[in-house]
Structures are given as C-alpha cells and as structure tokens.
C-alpha cells in the first residue's frame, strides 16, 4: 500500500464520499424519470374533486380508485366520450404502415449502401442522414401547401408517406450498420453455388439480419406512434382520422379535467411502455451499435 | 501451353471481376433507388419549393387560384422579417434554447451513465427507468409537465406551499420572469424559459445516457487499472482517463443534440405554446402557416433557420477540425 492511502488522504475520502454520493445520485434519477410517470397513472385513477382538495397526496386509497376518466376517454364521440378507441386503431394502422414500407425500402437500400459499390454510395449514405439537418416544419410547409391543393391533407396515407421519409435515414443507418457485420464469406459461397443477388439478399442476409431489422421496426413504430407536428399539420380538421398524440393534444381544452388528460396520456404512453419492455436490449444495442468505439 | 493456358484464365478471370462490377453497380443503384425516390420527392425537393416559395408573397386563401412556381420573386419576406423584433427575438431564444438544452442533457446523461457503469442488483430496471423520458410520447410527458407544475393542481407547487414555505404557487409556465432571493439578494429570472429548458433536459438525456453508457462499457479497464494501481482517486481517474476517452461520443452527442433541439417544436408548443418569452423559431414559423397563413413569411423564416443552423455546424466542425490536427 502506497503511505499516501491512509484514513484522510484525499483516496480515501473521495472514494468514501462516492459510495455514499453513488446510491443518492442512483435515487435520484430513478426519482425524476418514474415518479412523473407514476403521478400520471395515480392522477388518471382519483376523482378531479380529491386532486383538488389534496394535490400533494401522492397515494390513492383503494376505494377513491376511479376509472370514469377512462370511461370518458375511450367512450365514442356521438356518446358523448372523446372516441380514443378509433383512434388507437387509427395510430396502430399509421404506425404498422409506415413500419412496413419503410422497411421494405430501406432493407434493399441499407443491403446495397453497405455491400455493393456503385457510383455515388458515399455521397448517398451522407445525403440520407442531411435529412434529419433540417427542422421537420420546414419540410412542413411545402408539404402542407402541396397536399392542401391536392386535397388530400387530412388522408392517412398521405401521413404514412411523410413518416416514411422521416424515418428512412435512421433506418437505413441502423441495418446498414448491421449488414456491415455479416461476414461477406456468407455471401460468396451462395454466390459460387449460383445464387442471384436478390436470393442472397433473401436467403442469406435477411435471415441473419432478423434482430437488427426486428430493432429497426421497433424504432419506426415508436417514431411514428409518437409523432406529432405532422399529425397536427395534415389531420387537425378531420376528426376521424385522428392520432392518439394528436387526440390527447386536442383534449386540453378549459372544460377537460386533469385526471382526463392523464387518462389520455396513459392510453397513449402505455403501448410505447410495453413494447419497450419486450425489446430493450435489442433496441437500445441497434440504436449504439459502434458507438462503443468511439 | 501452360503458359498460355494461365494468361487465358487471368483474362478471363479480370473481365469476370469487370462484368462483376457492373453488375453490382447496376445492383446497388436500382436497390437504393426507392430510398433515394422517397428522400428526392418528399424531403429535397419541398426544401427547394420551400426555398422559392420564401421569395413569394403567398396566402394559403390565395392557394387554389395562384400557379405556385410562376409568382412575383421578391425578397420582401426577408425585409421584414430583420425588421420584426418578434424575429429577433425567437431567434435569440433558439439559441439560448438549443445551447443549454444541449448542455443540460449531457451533464445529465454523462452523470447517468457513470452511476449505473458498475454492476449492481436492479442495475437492468435502473437503466430501463431512465430511459423513459425519452421513449414516452411527448404529447404524454408534456402534459404530465404541465399537471405537476400547474400553479392550481400541480403536485410541485404543492410540495412548494406546504413544505418548502412558498408564499405563493409559481406559475412555471405562464410567468415570463420572476425573481428569486437567495441570501438576500433578488435575482431575476425568466420562469418559463427556465421551465422549458428542464423539461428539455429531462426529457432528452436519456439519449445522451445511452450513447456515454455505451462507450463506457466499450471502454478497456485496464488504464484506469494502472492509473488505481499507482494511487490516482477516483477524480483524477475521471478527469484524466475517463473523460478523454469520452470527448468524442460527447462531441457526437453534442452536434446531434444541439440540431434536434434548435429544430424542435413540439416540447415548445405543447408546454407553453410558445407564450411567456418561450417563442422558438418553430413555433413562430407554425403560427405563421397557420394562424396568419402567411406561407411567404413562415418559408422565409424556415430558411433562415436551416441556413443559420448550417453556418453554426460548419463553424463547430471547423473549430473541431482544427483542434484535431493541433493535437
């Protein structure tokens, strides 16, 4: 033992001070990025009057528990509830649309970015990411000007497309990266027996790839769940094809109660939540892939 | 014989690798075509439509009447926009916006990521919570935010009241600025910014949390062994081998950060609506489109913002770059 480690030297108290410091710090962001989370849960299940009277109590007895917010939540329009169930069905189908055709197009530009040289690659792969250099409402107003005069601004489709192309780059960038760690030798050796382009792309590298594109998905299904500018932009006018993001942003009107707006929110966070759970790993490992070097 | 045989393989082995080539060429170009369609038809081309359309005076009323491309150029959308003190003004928040949200994030997520850095039970659970901020929707967080500082029902101003001797509840989000007294001396403060600016940050520090966990777990132990070995305290070892090794995925995270929150508009716009000394960019360029539906002013403004975000990204690159070869 070096002299300089005895009871008061500065080792000594600096590591003392982290190991008490270390569970305080841990505490402490586990304070700030759940209790939000769990208020909302707790608001969305007491009666308004309780918040009210006592907005500082953070425990809700069993029998205070409410679920008419919820009621008035997901209840149809016409009787006199604020129609979310359509819109979670109108969210679901937006998201899975646009997980759907952007992955189609962005595995075959992910798979030739990474394996093939053609002229104009470097250049490509840097053109796709300057996407995300510009703020999403300047893409908004020509777009918004556009489909006005088409007439068809309010058309879910129409969305799926725009989502499409804010959520291409980053997909492309996550499964190219992967496509870079499959051994070419894989490859080859279909090749030698024959294969086409297309078969290996099919055969081999898709099947490898399932985790990585799987991750990818995820991550566009996010996005697209909860995106909102766009939502508010192209869908505000027509009712019935609303988000839950946009639903939820339109409930805070003077007349609706917090504890509605907190059961908005947690009909609107809770897919988001569960889905994260399944796939943490796989997700935050596609999203950091070669960030560890550096 | 032999010889020839051998030159005749080669041959035809170098017009394989040719053929080869084009083939993969003419491949790679027709798989990467539909992503390139995409980015050509919904994002180049709008910025270039947006580009002339912030040199025509155009209403969206006038919009089913107005042949878009053929109007009068003009550049009086710019005018008056260095004349608008409202302008100046959201452009000065921007920028005070995207820098210490940036800032905030990072301090954030780098303390984070070294809290949870060694193995500890529940380790797995911590580093999920922390990343919820940043996965929940922000129509949902945002609102949260504003129920927990509401100066009516808001959980915060409560705690404040009752058990921190408030005299009164804070608006957070309504009042443009207020004053603190520490140790006697008042200072003033603008709420609502400040309100924005730790919502911001808590909102996006799970990113940075990430991206530094990640390295750090990449990181080799076996520096800061040695440095331990030879009595370093656990400061030193941060500030001379951790921290190093760290300036680049922070450098990364920092470019990254500052675009996406100089961009921003729906933390803005769903916290405050751009009220109480709040007004970015963003959310001036959307109540331009749409409240005013002036579309000549809001492209204008859009511009601008690219370009000065382009001019910041070069002038950082260059500062980096030069900083590089220094070294």
């Known amino acids: 033992m070096t002299p300089s480690r005895s009871r008061w030297s500065r080792y000594a108290i600096e590591t003392r001070a982290l190991r008490l410091l270390r569970p305080l710090g841990i505490a402490f962001f586990l304070l700030i990025t759940v209790f939000p989370f769990y208020y909302m849960i707790l608001l969305s299940m007491r009666d308004l009057s309780a918040v009210i009277e006592s907005p500082g109590s953070i425990v809700v007895g069993l029998s205070e528990i409410s679920t008419d917010a919820y009621a008035r939540v997901l209840r149809p329009t016409d009787d006199g509830g604020e129609g979310f169930v359509r819109l979670l069905f109108n969210s679901l189908g937006l998201a899975v649309g646009t997980v759907i055709v952007t992955l189609a197009v962005s595995i075959l530009g992910a798979y030739a970015v990474a394996r093939l040289q053609f002229f104009g690659r470097r250049p490509i792969g840097f053109l796709f990411l300057s996407v995300y250099l510009f703020p999403p409402i300047l893409l908004a107003i020509p777009l918004f000007v556009a489909f006005s005069r088409l007439g068809l601004r309010g058309e879910l489709p129409v969305l799926v497309i725009v989502y499409v192309a804010q959520t291409l780059p980053i997909s492309v960038y996550m499964l190219r990266n992967y496509f870079e760690t499959v051994p070419v030798s894989l490859e080859e050796a279909a090749e030698v027996d024959g294969a086409t382009r297309l078969q290996i792309i099919r055969k081999v590298s898709l099947p490898l790839a399932v985790p990585a594109i799987a991750a990818t998905g995820l991550f566009v299904f996010m996005i697209a769940w909860n995106e909102f500018l766009f939502a508010l932009l192209f869908l505000v006018e027509e009712r019935s094809n609303w988000t839950v993001s946009l639903g939820v942003s339109q409930l805070q009107t003077i007349e609706t109660p917090a504890t509605t707006l907190m059961a908005g929110s947690v009909i609107l966070t809770v897919p988001i939540i569960v889905l994260f759970l399944f796939a943490e790993r796989l997700m935050t490992e596609g999203l950091t892939r070669g960030a560890e070097k550096g | ?327």
């Open chain 2, 1 to 327: 014989m032999a010889v020839e045989l051998q030159a005749g393989s080669a041959k035809r082995g170098r017009r394989a690798q040719a053929t080869r080539a084009r083939r993969d060429s003419r491949a790679g170009m027709a798989l990467v075509s539909p992503t390139f369609i995409v980015v050509l038809v919904m994002v180049i081309l709008p910025v270039l439509w947006a580009l002339a359309l912030s040199f025509q005076r155009i209403r969206l009323i006038q919009l089913r009447q107005l042949d878009l491309f053929g109007g009068e150029y003009t550049l009086r959308n710019y005018e008056r926009l260095l004349s608008d003190s409202g302008f100046l003004e959201a452009a000065r928040t921007t920028l005070i916006y995207s820098v210490f949200g940036t800032l905030g994030a990072i301090a954030l997520g780098l303390i984070a990521a070294l809290l949870v850095r060694s193995s500890f039970r529940g380790r797995g659970l911590v580093r999920g919570a922390m990343l919820l901020p940043y996965i929940a929707p922000v129509v949902a967080v945002t609102f949260i935010w504003r129920v927990l500082l509401s100066p009516q029902l808001g959980f915060v101003n409560a705690v404040g009241t009752d058990v921190l001797g408030w005299n009164s509840p804070i608006p957070f989000l309504s009042q443009e600025s207020g004053t603190i007294t520490l140790f006697g001396l008042s200072l003033g403060v603008p709420t609502a910014l400040l309100a924005v600016l730790a919502f911001e940050a808590w909102h996006s520090f799970p990113f940075a949390f990430l991206f530094i966990l990640a390295r750090l777990q990449g990181m080799p132990g076996d520096i800061e062994e040695a440095a331990r070995v030879d009595g370093a305290t656990p400061t030193q070892i941060f500030r001379h081998i951790i921290l190093p090794q760290l300036a680049s995925v922070i450098a990364l995270i920092a470019v990254l950060r500052f675009i996406f929150t100089f961009n921003a508009f729906d933390e803005i716009y769903l916290l405050t609506n751009g009220a109480a000394g709040t007004e970015v960019l963003a959310t001036q360029i959307y109540s331009l489109l749409t409240a005013r539906s002036d579309v000549g002013s809001s492209a204008a403004v859009a511009m601008f913002m690219a370009a000065a975000l382009a001019v910041l990204l070069l002038v950082y690159l260059k500062f980096f770059a030069e900083k590089d070869r220094m070294q």
